[in-house]
């Protein structure tokens, strides 16, 4: 049997190591070994990490900025291309308009010829007959029928009998002397002449007066006629 101070030996002993293992050995330990090491790297993968989603929310703020610009780019691109085909449709519109206008003026202008005949024959109409009288009255209605319709159309017959020879609208066939109208006044007119919507459509051939005299002024008849 082991003496009573030999067991109070063993017992210090192991105290002893249980306190050496607790002071250097064993898992602890390790972990108070390692803490020190773990709080100087946490701030530098902190400091990456913040750098990489510092980068990552740059890459994404310029992507996002191009992406904003291409849009504002194909917008407008698109806006303009809008605005052309409009402008485009508008013109082909208005020089389809114009073609039309050209195509009726120009239908109208042939018509005058007919006009011709119409006032021709009515000269030619004369006696007192009932039946000339009625024969007439259905060309004169026939013709002032017709003229309407040319006029809505634009056509307008031009004023020159007894007023000064204008030779933008007017052809002088014929110089004839006489006292009776000033000089160069229109006496009277072959055919008449017309202006289609504000431009010449026929010239009027005309007669015009020379007065030997040089009278510029007005005749008796031309005043009274005012």
Partial sequence: MKHIKDLENEKDI?????????????????????TPLTRKELPRRREDEVDRLQERIANLTAELESREKELVEARHNSLSAIAEADNYKKRLEREHQKRLQRDEASLVVSFIPVLDTLDKALEQIAGDAPEVGKFREGIELTRQQFHDILSRKGLERIDVVGKPFD????????????LEHADGIVMREFTPGYMMDGSLARAARVIVARNPTGNK???GDEKSSD
């Avoid at 050496?20 to 390790?30: K, L, N, S």
């Avoid at 007017?170 to 006489?178: I, K, P």
């Fill in 14 to 34: 192991d105290d002893a190591t249980e306190d050496g293992e607790a002071m250097t050995g064993g898992d602890d330990f390790a972990g108070l070994r390692q």
């Fill in 167 to 178: 030779p933008v609208t007017s052809e002088a066939l014929v110089v004839e002397d006489t």
């Fill in 217 to 219: 002024e007005k005749s």
